[in-house]
């Protein structure tokens, strides 16, 4: 079995690979993945053997405290972003409101948006981060799939790739992540769809909201995340290929 197949977490994979040969991004250095609360001994070996020292972890307290790091050495450096549509769509079913596939579609664009309205100063620390090191990283949230996928999609945009590639990136959730049993909130089978997948229409949402605030993304990267110049050149460095 390969390094980078593993059973817990699902959605565990290697930046660098979807992007290859396009973007001559250093091969197992950064890794992208769903929650590392639930890994049994054979894939935290595997995930050690990568080399990987430091975790980046956007979940918010309360998912960090029911499923805390199962990964031994390893710093965790905690970017807190609370899932906000979780407790949207709690609330509206606990108040007996019908919900359809496109309700839930628009919550998630909406969540997207917040990524840049109400977090960018987190994804700013996340870059902070990068910059430190060039040392083997995980980066992820519950599912690996939201904050995790606008954070991929912002390193591989500063990285070089296209719109088309970091979608290509981002849609293989779809294909990888198996969503725990009882993970639907109680949502009618083609809801819990919606919200344990990945949609172009959800990243979308977030590159309209950078876009009407900042003008573009390479903007974004430089006013809202400290990104200038010199940084460029070192995250380039670092993450790119000799």
Not at 83 to 90: A, R, S
Not at 153 to 164: D, I
Not at 178 to 200: C, D, H, I, N
């Amino acid at each position: 079995m390969s390094l980078l197949n593993l059973t817990t977490p699902s959605n565990f994979r290697d930046l660098a690979e979807p992007v290859h040969p396009h973007v001559a991004m250093r091969r197992l250095t950064l890794f992208r993945s769903d929650h590392l609360g639930a890994l049994d001994a054979q894939d935290a070996r595997r995930i050690q053997a990568l080399g990987v020292r430091r975790v980046i972890d956007f979940r918010g307290e309360r998912e960090r405290l029911s499923a805390a790091c199962a990964l031994p050495g390893v710093q965790v450096h905690a970017l807190t972003i609370e899932p906000t549509i979780v407790q949207v769509l709690g609330d509206l079913m606990a108040a007996g409101q019908p919900l359809t596939a496109a309700d839930v579609v628009g919550h998630m664009q909406d969540t997207y948006r917040g990524f840049v309205h109400h977090n960018t100063w987190r994804f700013r620390e996340f870059f902070g981060l990068l910059l430190e090191s060039g040392e083997p990283t995980v980066f992820h949230c519950t599912a690996g799939k939201d904050r995790t996928g606008f954070a991929a999609a912002l390193v591989l945009h500063a990285l070089g790739a296209t719109r088309a590639q970091i979608l290509h990136d981002y849609l293989l959730t779809n294909q990888r992540l198996k969503p725990p049993t009882g993970a639907g909130m109680g949502l009618a089978p083609e809801l819990a769809r919606v919200l344990w997948g990945v949609q172009v229409e959800f990243l979308e949402a977030a590159f309209e909201a950078v876009e009407k605030d900042h003008g573009t993304l390479d903007a974004y990267l430089r006013d809202g995340l400290g990104l200038g110049e010199p940084e460029h050149q070192r995250l380039r460095a670092l993450y790119l290929q000799d």
